[in-house]
């Protein structure tokens, strides 16, 4: 599917989005997209790619991949389609997609990110593979994050996993770029010495390959984690949800992934 020209704004909500806008994604397989997408419970399966398009907020086409992912590529070993267009409902920041009777909901973060909701309304959580995140194909410039309700840091210790595209990673944290790095693999430990503090010590990797202090920073009603790098540098992490965290740029905005990966990443939950 080729990417489609983003145009024509429309202003909801205080915020400009536009009439037509395609996202991508790859996400986990679980039962609430699997009984959305008519993909049965029993099928085998590591992750979905999506592509879905929203048109004049009122309409979707979507369009997925999935099935048994092929070692060493970003395929799959046993390629399996589904195609599917309906009406969308957009309340309160919120894509809810209807087909068949089935409905879906996604957060719209800001114009370039979505993410799939439960049930009831909390974001899913995504594994070490993949996110619940969807990325605009076109990227606009978008400071802005909403959040439902504020996020409050964590009591004591918090361990985030997931994979990242490399692209904008390295360049921000050690001022370097290889185009032959394609994916970054995340575990991010968060410490604190107390539950009020507002700093400690982290780790990346289960090794500690990147380790440091970081402080807390709470900006209108967002928590947010800066890690300090030993050259100087800094990762700064958004926590959108007791269990989900976004990593952002050096503007601050959300990075925006592509079709393998996003830039969110899930808490541990073990």
């Excluded at 999506?50 to 997925?64: A, E, P, R």
């Amino acid at each position: 599917m080729k990417p489609l020209l983003i145009f024509s704004c429309l202003l909801l909500a205080g915020v400009v989005f536009s009439q037509k806008i395609n996202y991508t994604a790859s996400t986990p397989a679980g039962q609430t997209v699997r009984d959305f997408l008519g993909i049965s419970r029993s099928d085998s399966i590591d992750f979905i790619r999506w592509h879905v398009t929203i048109t004049d907020h009122k309409q979707f086409n979507l369009s997925c991949s999935y099935g048994i992912s092929k070692p060493n590529t970003n395929g799959f070993i046993d390629l399996k389609k589904k195609e599917l267009k309906g009406a969308v409902n957009f309340k309160e920041r919120v894509f809810t997609l209807s087909t068949s009777g089935k409905k879906l909901s996604m957060l719209a973060l800001n114009e370039n990110i979505l993410h799939v909701l439960n049930p009831d309304g909390s974001m899913m959580v995504g594994n070490g593979g993949w996110s619940y995140t969807l990325n605009a194909m076109t990227r606009v410039p978008a400071s802005e994050v909403y959040l439902k309700q504020p996020v409050a840091a964590f009591k004591d210790s918090i361990v985030f996993e997931g994979r990242t595209p490399c692209k904008g990673i390295e360049e921000m944290m050690m001022g370097i770029s290889r185009p032959e790095c394609y994916k970054k693999k995340w575990l991010v430990y968060l410490y604190k010495s107390n539950p009020d503090a507002t700093s400690g010590n982290y780790k990346i990797g289960s090794n500690g390959a990147y380790t440091g202090k970081w402080k807390l920073k709470e900006s209108n009603g967002k928590t947010i984690y800066r890690l300090g790098l030993n050259n100087g540098r800094s990762l700064s992490l958004l926590q959108v949800d007791k269990n989900i965290i976004y990593l952002m740029d050096t503007k601050g905005e959300l990075m925006v992934g592509n079709h393998d990966f996003s830039y969110s990443l899930n808490r541990r939950i073990r």
